[in-house]
């Protein structure tokens, strides 16, 4: 092993009487330096001349920046070693580059902010379109039989869209149902016609308001857990890991999801539409005194196939859409907790959203085709 070369520093003075420090031998784990020498009035460069170094390490860069700094003189690097040398140099640029005032911003102009608003826009439309085509793709591979689906992912997802949500389902239905069949026998009292409130009531709820509640409400229920339960798998990279695998996140997570919703849409929006009829009746019969075997018999007659057909079929419609919003803010939600939550928020709007302009389409189109 070969001897160390004890760490020398002496002060000297050069030909043209500039002070000059002479560092030599083995500097690492020492950082202690001489006495600075008396310096004369405008005497501002000190000399370093570090040829005779063997190693160093850190606490000698430091020893002299700090020299440097209490002293108020610039030091002359240009005959140490390289590697010293570039510390020494980085150091102070860096603390002259703290002091410096950060550039100002240019605020964009607003043909740029426009600009960016619509590129956002279409960022967010094709992503839409890519993650409906994802489902649709797992969906075909699904009714052939290729799917990598757990049919344990399908009947937890059955669980949590159906029987958790009937509570719910049946409250609001019933309320919305009692607030229709008032409303509606209020007016037509000053007609004298009470007796078609059971038409009123009937078609009203099983056609349009049974599904449209229905949709709301898996909205805001399911639909949002859909969101914070696959925003959270994106912020943990649990996603990522499942491609990793060689998994498809799609097949695995989304289509149970869409799946479960389609298939207790339609047994949802029924049971909704009895708890409605039923509120209506009890308003009928119990205050504006209908009878009762009148109010049944006309809820019969009005009661058709077409309009049960309109009303599963929009409740499926809202429900599916439901499933779209929430899956597809969760898979591109961000890497954060508050990403989640903005997530879960848009979902439950775009949701809504998207029900709204369903609801207007297939009223206007089933209009138009006289069902």
Aim: hydrophobic share 50%; with cysteine; aromatic share 6%.
């Amino acid at each position: 092993m070969p001897e160390r070369m004890p760490a020398e520093a002496r002060w000297e003075r050069d030909a043209q009487g500039t002070p000059l420090l002479v560092l030599s031998g083995d500097w690492r784990g020492r950082g202690d330096l001489p006495p600075a020498p008396e310096a004369p009035p405008g005497e501002q460069i000190w000399r370093l001349d570090g040829q005779g170094l063997t190693s160093f390490d850190s606490l000698l860069p430091a020893a002299l920046w700090t020299l440097s700094n209490q002293s108020g003189h610039a030091l002359d690097l240009s005959a140490l070693p390289p590697g010293l040398r570039g510390l020494l140099q980085l150091a102070t640029n860096k603390a002259g580059g703290s002091s410096a005032e950060p550039p100002k911003k240019r605020r964009p102009r607003w043909l740029t902010l426009v600009g960016l608003d619509w590129l956002g826009r279409y960022e967010r439309t094709r992503d839409t379109l890519t993650f409906v085509g994802e489902v649709l793709q797992a969906l075909y591979k699904g009714m052939r039989g290729t799917t990598a689906m757990r049919g344990e992912d399908l009947a937890g997802q059955l669980h949590a869209t159906g029987p958790a949500s009937l509570p719910i389902v049946a409250l609001v239905s019933f309320l919305v149902g009692l607030i229709v069949a008032y409303m509606g026998a209020a007016q037509l009292q000053r007609l004298g016609a009470q007796s078609f409130m059971a038409d009123l009531v009937t078609v009203g709820v099983v056609r349009e308001i049974a599904a449209l509640m229905t949709g709301i409400i898996l909205a805001g229920r399911v639909g949002a857990a859909f969101a914070a339960q696959i925003g959270s798998m994106q912020a943990n990279e649990e996603i990522d890991a499942l491609r990793a695998m060689g998994l498809n996140p799609i097949e695995h997570l989304v289509l149970p999801r869409v799946l479960a919703m389609a298939l207790m849409a339609p047994l949802l929006t029924a049971f909704a539409a009895a708890v409605g009829m039923l509120a209506g009746l009890l308003v009928a019969v119990g205050i504006f005194q209908v009878e009762l075997l009148d109010y049944l018999y006309r809820s019969s007659k009005v009661l058709t196939l077409s309009h049960a057909g309109i009303g599963l079929l929009k409740g499926t419609v809202y429900a599916i859409l439901v499933a779209l919003a929430g899956c597809r803010q969760g898979m591109y939600a961000g890497r954060s907790a508050e990403a989640v939550g903005e997530a879960t928020t848009k979902a439950v709007v775009q949701a809504i959203v998207w029900i709204v302009v369903a609801a207007s389409a297939l009223t206007i189109a089933f209009q138009r085709l006289g069902w």
